[in-house]
């Protein structure tokens, strides 16, 4: 478990900081927490997108904001939504818990996915 929780802190990471959204530097404070609208409606699908971007995010190579904004919305998320996430994973112990779940479970399909690849010859 300890796997998926350095997978989404290092995903979020990547996200919040190191890679700058815009060309100008942003001197606004950091919330605290995600907007309530955002995170409220947060479905077990979009837990599920998440998990499967935030291993997708890990495989990339040279992780430009614009290529990890591509990930993301290719998982079907917004990158606000995959931040809202990411965020409300901070500060919230059980729901934390409810996405590093999925993250275990992502992990466990794609090493079954390429396990039958291997097995398969392809």
Do not use: C
Request: charged content about 15%.
């Amino acid at each position: 478990m300890r796997t998926s929780v350095g997978l989404a802190a290092s995903a979020s990471a990547l996200l919040f900081g190191g890679a700058a959204w815009s060309q100008t530097p942003d001197t606004t404070p950091a919330p605290t927490a995600p907007p309530a609208a955002a995170s409220d409606a947060l479905s077990d699908g979009d837990v599920a997108n998440f998990a499967r971007a935030t291993l997708q995010l890990h495989k990339l190579s040279n992780p430009t904001p614009e290529r990890m904004a591509e990930v993301i919305t290719g998982a079907g998320l917004s990158v606000e939504v995959y931040n809202a996430i990411a965020g409300r994973m901070q500060t919230d112990a059980a729901f934390q818990t409810r996405v590093n779940a999925e993250l275990v479970k992502a992990q466990a399909q794609a090493q079954a996915q390429t396990q039958a690849r291997a097995a398969s010859g392809a």
